[in-house]
């Protein structure tokens, strides 16, 4: 069955003239690609979502045996459609490890504390064993007008800081001359990076929110966390860093209180900044997991740009099966929808590649693992590509596409629009071009805003291109009430919907693909590269 409003002025246009879109460029005429975005239906659509998105798939949990049953699918599905391994194989390796920690002491002079009784790691902290000498260096700020690190070596030593830095808002900051405190308050990274520079081999916090900060650190240090099995020696912001409470620090040194030793500490004239020896003990699990990114390319048929790689992309994980109740997280919406979406644009583009009608640029096909974990198949991806990133023309990225919010309740013939016009006009022009001559769907940018509480634009893989410049577009209809839930079933997606949201992507990358000129990156993003 044909959805109902298959492309709309088709009828109208069998000799379709050129678009202006931005600075006088022109869209080429995509009659030709016409008759391939066509083979994008729901009927196929649902029959690769029934299979994807099946209890036997077990939620395809990145490491777990359901998101390897779907990454042989994939590839299956890559290999007969007819694209070409990438570096010999479907399959891009992606190292991964599980860390969790179950339990740990600390000693710091006389003190011995225990794990989430008495003190907490800071998210990230990868030792098991330390043992360092323990110094005292105030705030731990070093800038003009003031320099806690002034005549005490650090190198190799662990530092005892406070949280915050000099004054008060009642009587004013010392940094900042008013009653605003300065970066050194509200960016702690800013004392970590500088520790780090100065050869600390530890960092110890003490925080008069320590109570607050461990209730909400706990329960996230003690679940199991997944991240790249990566080398991360050198970056600051992994520095082993612990968080204890104001009483731990004054029964450590025998100071009297934190309020005198704020009054003294400038004039140094604490009796002794040495603390002692400081040893860290951490029961931890570490497990490496074996996953893989599926890519497959269908390459360009230009000698002159097929150097050039226009990417399509989704992610194939969820959230796998609920532990206790052993109900299955099928994920047909996130992202069975996306996933199956980039199948159908496979075979629309290697349909076209066996009629002699491929594109000129290469097309590279990514499905994604480790989304769910943090984004961690396109980081790696992006840190490891399987070409130069300066020869990635842009990234399609389909996420959620199959169902609709409480916003479109009424009207299934929409898509939000992420990002865009953030680095290229270019490509936000070819896209609302194709939209009105060849979809009619209703292109929504409520997202598309740096202030967007939602923070969308950091929560799919079109960020891990984004960072590096890479002009994208994450198509996305919104969340429901089945969001990483059990409900997220195939039955339930919007077949015909979805349907018209892939013929979009498919002849926007057509464009893309076999445009004379690359695309032009002339805009400043306005999304921080910085999640």
């Known amino acids: 069955m044909r959805m109902k409003h298959f492309f709309p002025l088709f009828t109208l246009l069998t000799s379709f003239a050129v678009v202006q879109v931005a600075q006088g460029q022109t869209l080429q005429s995509l009659d030709s690609a016409l008759q391939w975005a066509q083979t994008i239906t729901a009927e196929s659509l649902s029959d690769h979502l029934y299979i994807l998105a099946a209890d036997s798939m077990e939620g395809r949990e990145t490491g777990k045996e359901g998101q390897r049953k779907?990454?042989?699918?994939?590839?299956?599905?890559?290999?007969?459609?007819?694209?070409?391994?990438?570096?010999?194989?479907?399959?891009?390796?992606?190292p991964l490890k599980v860390s969790a920690i179950k339990g740990g002491v600390l000693s710091l002079g006389d003190e011995k504390l225990t794990f989430k009784n008495d003190f907490v790691p800071y998210p990230g902290i990868e030792v098991q064993e330390l043992n360092a000498e323990a110094v005292f260096v105030g705030f731990g700020i070093q800038t003009p007008g003031w320099d806690d690190y002034a005549g005490v070596d650090v190198k190799?030593?662990?530092?005892?800081?406070?949280?915050?830095?000099?004054?008060?808002?009642?009587?004013?900051?010392v940094l900042s001359g008013t009653k605003e405190e300065s970066r050194w308050s509200k960016d702690p990274s800013m004392k970590r990076n500088l520790a780090d520079s100065l050869g600390a081999a530890a960092i110890v916090m003490v925080s008069p929110e320590f109570?607050?900060?461990?209730s909400r650190l706990v329960p996230w240090l003690s679940r199991e966390r997944m991240r790249l099995d990566v080398n991360r020696e050198g970056e600051g912001t992994d520095l082993p860093t612990l968080i204890v409470s104001e009483d731990v620090l004054l029964r450590a040194s025998g100071w009297k209180s934190i309020k005198d030793i704020k009054k003294k500490w400038p004039k140094r004239k604490l009796k002794s900044t040495a603390l002692g020896a400081m040893e860290l003990s951490l029961a931890r699990k570490d497990e490496k997991v074996s996953a893989a990114n599926v890519w497959g390319l269908l390459p360009g048929s230009d000698p002159g740009l097929s150097q050039e790689i226009v990417v399509l992309t989704s992610h194939y994980d969820h959230v796998g099966v609920d532990e206790k109740e052993g109900e299955v997280y099928n994920g047909a919406d996130d992202d069975g929808s996306g996933t199956v979406s980039l199948l159908e644009n496979v075979d629309a583009w290697t349909s076209a590649h066996r009629a002699g009608q491929g594109p000129r640029r290469s097309v590279l096909f990514v499905a994604f693992v480790g989304e769910e974990k943090g984004l961690l198949g396109s980081e790696w991806y992006s840190d490891h590509p399987a070409f130069p990133l300066d020869q990635h023309v842009c990234d399609l990225n389909m996420d959620m596409v199959g169902r609709f919010d409480e916003a479109h309740a009424d009207d299934d013939r929409y898509v939000y629009l992420i990002g865009s016009d953030k680095l290229s006009s270019e490509l936000h022009e070819i896209s609302e071009a194709v939209n009105e001559e060849h979809i009619g769907l209703s292109l929504d940018y409520t997202f598309n805003a740096p202030d967007?509480?939602?923070?969308?634009?950091?929560?799919?893989?079109?960020?891990?291109?984004?960072?590096?410049g890479i002009p994208v577009i994450f198509y996305f209809s919104g969340v429901h009430e089945d969001y990483h839930g059990i409900g997220d079933t195939p039955d339930k997606v919007r077949y015909p919907k979805m349907a018209e949201i892939g013929r979009l992507v498919f002849l926007t990358s057509w464009e893309v693909a076999n445009r004379d000129n690359k695309l032009l990156v002339d805009r400043v993003n306005d999304f921080p590269t910085d999640r």
């Open 452 to 468: 967007d509480p939602n923070r969308f634009y950091y929560r799919s893989d079109h960020y891990n291109f984004a960072k590096h």
């Open 70 to 94: 779907a990454a042989a699918y994939l590839a299956e599905q890559f290999k007969s459609m007819g694209l070409e391994p990438v570096n010999g194989s479907y399959f891009q390796e992606v």
């Open 211 to 214: 109570v607050t900060l461990k």
């Open 156 to 173: 190799g030593k662990a530092v005892i800081l406070l949280s915050g830095e000099p004054g008060s808002a009642e009587k004013g900051y």
